[in-house]
């Protein structure tokens, strides 16, 4: 049928656009507020996209102020003399370079006698080589080079309860506070967040005696090279020295490049949430543009009768259309351009940079055509509908075309708008994977939450109880009067119900989980850098009747499996027997001991005194190597297994072994878990340091220990867990207020559509509560109506929402975090009572003429 | 007087200025009586129905419904009033869509909290109209001449004392909306309502106990129909018999 455009009724193009302006007063006033939707989209993508660019941008051209240098070598360990020699020759050349060593160490405060695990930061002279660093009191910047003399973060003082001018204890150096670092150019996010620093020169570092043997810390050379070439030439000089020496060496431009990177991911993911508001934004854009159709069959048959085409018919609907999404998007153009400015000011203090912001014209004209496009897109389906009203509908209001069988033209609207959905996600994603993914993911949630929701409908109109007051009957009726908004409103508020619902329950649940390992009898103070020869003293510091555990380190290297060498292992051909690079590559802290560890268990082969694994207990005859227990994970990696030997680079002895065994571990145990272990006796001439896991129930006795250590044992460091534990609640927390943020935003999405839908029934409530009160009904009775028909579609929505966040926690939280899960009640009637109060709230404030005008002239206005 | 009225005006501001509709209205209207109110579009029939009802404030003068004073009472005390004694049938028959015929019926008397035994009567009254096989219908799935006659049912519920009809005919093919008159006329009869009905369809006017004929917002002639006065109810010929109808009667304004 739609194919007879040619019969005599033409497409008029320029008498729809004409007409289109016309109707356009009418149609704002009746689905415009559903654009507020869109608005609110193309606002949140605007923003996001420039904001992107303005970061990225700015970033970059503060490459080396962030690096503080033009290139930077790094390394896990001290560097060996090739790259030592490296450094020799490039300063002998006139080339700058400073190096910055970082380690964990408990720093106790003089006066105050607290203790804590900070970062102490050893620099030397010269770096940073760009940008100015901000101290208090001015321009103490340097001081750390003096001898006796370090500068802190101003966290450190809040938490050592210091002021400048005490002294702090750092090792076996007593330092003065010369000063505050307020500002290092080359911090980036959150850096001083996770640990603050005392920073200091290297002299006083090795005064101190921190770094003992297998010390873990992380050694920086920062080299001033300007030309883009010389520092790029270094790595094609040097390239392969520094790898084999396992020395990272990156450039200002690449570290920022990575910088803006993460940023941009961030900036994707966020998008990622706008466009969960504009696609739930659609969902209302087409719900009221097919109450819109519905409602103006009379108009579009005389329009019919009076000559206009199919076709002609269809046009001024779509320009209606075109130009509420064009409206709503510049909008959230103008929006998200405001947005963008205000930015950088409220991301002041977590950004590296300052950024300058630019308007982007890409980014707003991509936001807002993306706007314009997915209104008609959604719009698109019910559109259609205008085909459908014959010009006999003019005459017999209730005439019904019979229905089309193969509609081409509809089949065609779906597979664009179901294309351009999973198309825009693709494009917004941080790739195409994830975008396809997001896009089914929304479609299945919506689907979920859609079939809940009827459910729980139906089951409301089948069971509400027939004894419940008149007016609470009819207000719940009310949800499924005719071209009712139920279904798009449930779906709608229902997702951000489902959001926010989800993160509640998991991060419930982990905290759980987190405080119940916290509080089971676990050891709660991690002890390490102890040398063998300390271990007695620190037993007796630790007092009589404290559990603990300790377990030598041994820092080993691979040199050969099976008589191969990584380099020619990482040769092999086949894919499948290629040991990976990482496992091949690490420093191994290998242990010894005589017992399986509690989160061991053994899956292969037996343990040295003869316990067989109960699945597969092989019999490995070792003869004069020394017996190895590797575990699961990494014997994979390594391509091993039970009967392969591999040798160990011990500081340069080399120590064969053979598996004789393959453990699983449960890493996630607080107690120090190892990759290999070697059977007592073979390791235990090499160097080493010790961990020690002790448990001290009391928080005082625990801050008596830390506190000796520092006098007594000043290279080993102390980690209270209950500290580790208050930072990853920290964490957590500041995860949780992010993804609820989201979930406020799908919320408020939610309440735009609620919003839209009353708009767009507003005639008919009115009509409906002025019957009622001719009808005899009070204010209180209209009242109660409308009370509970939003209660009704709030507590619909919201339960298909819960049910469907409780259903997806009770999988996810098992399956991916391993921890049990209960359903917390608590905070799902904590949702859902917000939820539907915002629902009420909005709909009552949106019905409030209903309840002023008198019900005569309401009842005279255009009949249904 | 069962509906007194006196010196009633209504004005509307159009454009800035006050556009009178009713210009002082003088009206008594003894019980069981049956008027009809008739006049060309914009007279203010419906205007005066409404006031009549207590649906719309006046801008002057007042309205005694059964000895009370209308606009002496709150807009819930007239509420109240109308739940007690008052029904309407409108034009557009303004059922509830998402209720069925029986439950439309019902909804007067719930709103006084009478539903637990009234259903027999909501019942009795679908039958009585000749919907006893459509109880359960929604309105959609009546033809328009079975939703006015829910409508009907729907009026008689709270049995009124006075019952208000603004062009139940209206939007009805003629013998659909012959068949409705009728029905009305009996449903008054027997349950000695006082009717005020507001057509355009002077044959359906004629059949009252009194014309009211209404021009530019006042009374122009106020005479007797042809069932006579009071008491002498049934004296009107055929329901089918003649009449025109006026210009088109959905378009009728302030």
Redesign the interface.
């Known amino acids: 049928m739609s194919l007879r455009a040619g019969e005599g009724s033409p497409l008029r193009v320029r008498f729809a656009w004409r007409l289109a302006l016309r109707e356009l007063r009418h149609s704002l006033r009746r689905v415009g507020v559903h654009m507020g939707s869109i608005t609110l989209g193309v606002a949140a993508l605007v923003s996001i996209h420039s904001f992107r660019e303005d970061f990225a941008r700015s970033v970059q051209d503060e490459a080396d102020v962030l690096m503080g240098a033009n290139a930077r070598l790094a390394a896990d360990a001290p560097f060996a003399p090739e790259v030592e020699a490296i450094l020799d020759s490039l300063r002998s050349e006139g080339v700058s370079v400073a190096r910055v060593t970082t380690l964990s160490s408990m720093v106790l405060g003089g006066p105050t006698e607290t203790v804590r695990l900070l970062q102490v930061r050893a620099i030397e002279p010269g770096y940073p080589y760009y940008g100015a660093v901000e101290t208090t009191p001015e321009g103490r910047w340097g001081a750390h080079l003096e001898p006796g003399r370090a500068l802190v973060d101003g966290a450190v003082l809040t938490q050592l309860g210091l002021a400048v001018g005490d002294t702090l204890v750092v090792g076996r150096a007593r330092l003065e506070v010369a000063g505050t670092v307020d500002d290092l150019p080359t911090d980036v996010a959150f850096q001083t967040a996770i640990g603050p620093r005392v920073i200091l020169s290297h002299q006083t570092l090795d005064e101190a005696g921190l770094l003992g043997f297998g010390s873990l810390a992380r050694f920086e050379a920062y080299v001033r090279l300007p030309r883009e070439e010389d520092r790029r030439g270094l790595r094609e000089r040097y390239g392969e020295v520094l790898r084999t020496a396992d020395v990272g060496y990156r450039l200002a431009e690449e570290q920022a490049r990575r910088l803006s990177n993460g940023v941009r991911f961030l900036g994707r993911f966020l998008a990622m949430v706008g466009l969960a508001a504009l696609l739930l934004g659609g969902v209302g854009v087409a719900s009221a543009i097919h109450v819109y159709i519905r409602e103006r069959r009379p108009g579009i048959a005389v329009l019919r009768c009076l000559g206009a085409g199919e076709k002609t018919a269809f046009l001024v609907y779509l320009i209606q259309a075109a130009l509420l999404g064009f409206f709503g998007a510049a909008a959230g153009a103008v929006l998200g351009v405001v947005l963008q400015a205000v930015m950088p000011f409220v991301l002041a203090g977590v950004l590296p940079v300052d950024v300058t912001t630019r308007l982007s014209v890409p980014s707003v004209l991509a936001g807002m055509g993306i706007g314009v496009w997915m209104a008609v897109v959604f719009a698109l389906v019910p559109l259609l509908q205008v085909r459908d009203v014959p010009p006999l509908v003019a005459l017999r209001q209730d005439f019904e075309a019979p229905s089309r069988r193969r509609d081409w033209a509809k089949i065609g609207a779906r597979a664009l708008l179901v294309l351009s959905v999973v198309g825009l996600c693709a494009v917004e994603a941080p790739d195409v994977e994830l975008g396809v993914g997001f896009a089914v993911a929304l479609a299945v949630a919506s689907l979920l939450i859609g079939s809940v929701g009827r459910g729980i409908m139906i089951a409301t109109r089948r069971f509400f109880p027939t004894t419940a007051?008149?007016p609470v009957r009819?207000g719940v009726?009310?949800l499924?009067?005719?071209q009712n908004q139920t279904m798009s409103v449930t779906l709608a508020l229902g997702f951000g119900a489902f959001v926010i619902g989800t993160i509640v329950q998991i991060g419930g649940s982990l905290r759980h989980d987190l405080t119940v390992s916290f509080d089971s009898g676990q050891p709660n103070l991690l002890l390490f850098d102890i040398q063998t020869d300390q271990l007695a003293g620190i037993r007796s510091l630790l007092g009589e009747g404290v559990e603990s555990q300790a377990s030598p380190l041994v820092t080993s290297r691979i040199a050969r499996i099976n008589g191969r060498t990584p380099e020619e292992l990482r040769q092999t051909e086949d894919r499948e027997e290629r040991p990976e690079g990482w496992a091949l590559r690490r420093e191994y802290r290998n242990t010894y001991r005589e017992d399986l560890g509690r989160a061991e268990q053994l899956v292969a082969g037996r343990w040295w005194d003869g316990t067989p694994a109960p699945t597969d207990p092989t019999r490995v005859e070792a003869g004069d190597l020394a017996r190895l227990s590797l575990e699961l994970d990494v014997a994979e990696s390594l391509r091993v297994g039970l009967g392969d030997t591999i040798t160990w680079d011990v500081a340069g002895m080399e120590v064969a072994s053979v598996v004789t065994s393959l453990r699983r571990v449960e890493w996630d145990r607080l107690e120090p878990n190892f990759y290999a272990i070697l059977e007592p006796g073979a390791l235990e001439a090499a160097p080493q340091s010790v961990i020690m896991v002790a448990r001290v129930p009391d928080a005082a006795e625990r801050h008596r220990v830390q506190r000796e250590l520092v006098g007594s044992f000043p290279n080993v460091s102390a980690l209270d867990f209950s500290r580790v534990q208050e930072a990853i609640e920290g964490v957590l927390s500041r995860v949780r207020q992010a993804v609820a943020f989201l979930g406020g935003f799908s919320a408020f999405a939610g309440i735009l559509v609620l919003i839209g839908a009353l708009a767009t029934s507003r005639a008919q409530r009115l009509?409906?509560g002025a019957?009622?009160?001719?009808?005899?009904?009070?204010?209180?009775?209209v009242l109660t109506v409308l009370f509970s028909e939003y209660l009704a579609l709030g507590s619909i929505a919201t339960a298909s929402g819960l049910v469907l966040a409780v259903a997806a926690s009770a999988l996810v939280v098992p399956a991916v975090f391993e921890v049990d899960y209960t359903v917390r009640l608590g905070s799902v009637a904590a949702i859902w009572v917000a939820v539907v109060a915002l629902t009420v709230v909005t709909g009552l404030l949106g019905s409030r003429d209903l309840l002023r005008r008198?019900?005569?002239?309401i009842?005279?206005e255009a009949?249904? | 007087m069962m509906i007194v009225a006196e010196g009633l005006k209504k004005s509307y501001t159009s454009g800035g200025r006050p556009l009178p509709v009713l210009r002082s209205i003088d009206l008594e209207i003894a019980a069981e009586t049956f008027i009809s109110i008739v006049g060309p579009s914009g007279s203010g029939k419906?205007?005066l129905l409404?006031l009549l009802?207590g649906?719309?404030?006046p801008s002057g003068g007042k309205v005694l419904l059964d000895g009370v004073d209308l606009f002496a009472l709150s807009?819930?005390g007239r509420?109240?009033?109308?739940?007690?004694k008052?029904g309407?049938v409108?034009?557009?028959f303004?059922l509830?869509?998402?209720?069925t015929a029986v439950e439309n019926v019902?909804?007067?008397l719930?709103?006084?909290?009478q539903?637990a035994h009234a259903r027999g009567e909501a019942e009795a009254l679908l039958d009585r109209v000749g919907l006893g096989d459509r109880l359960d219908h929604y309105p959609?799935q009546l033809s328009g001449g079975e939703q006015q006659r829910v409508a009907l049912a729907?009026a008689f519920a709270?049995r009124p004392r006075i019952l208000f009809a603004d062009e139940p005919t209206g939007n009805l093919d003629h013998a659909t909306g012959a068949a409705i008159v009728q029905m009305l006329e009996e449903l008054n009869r027997e349950a000695r309502t006082t009717l005020v009905l507001v057509t355009h369809d002077l044959a359906l006017a004629e059949r009252a106990h009194r014309v009211i004929s209404l021009a530019d917002g006042r009374i122009i002639s106020d005479r007797e129909g042809s069932a006579g006065p009071p008491g002498s109810i049934g004296a009107s010929g055929s329901p089918m018999g003649p009449g025109f109808e006026e210009d088109n009667p959905?378009t009728?304004s302030?």
């Open positions: 007051s008149y009819q009726s009310n499924f009067r005719p009509r409906e019957l009622l009160k001719t009808l005899g009904a009070r204010r209180s009775q008198p019900p005569l002239p009842l005279r009949p249904e | 419906t205007t409404g009802a649906l719309d404030e807009e819930d509420a109240a009033f109308r739940s007690e008052v309407f409108f034009q557009t303004h509830l869509p998402t209720l019902l909804v007067p719930e709103l006084r909290g539903a959609a729907r709270n959905a009728v302030p």
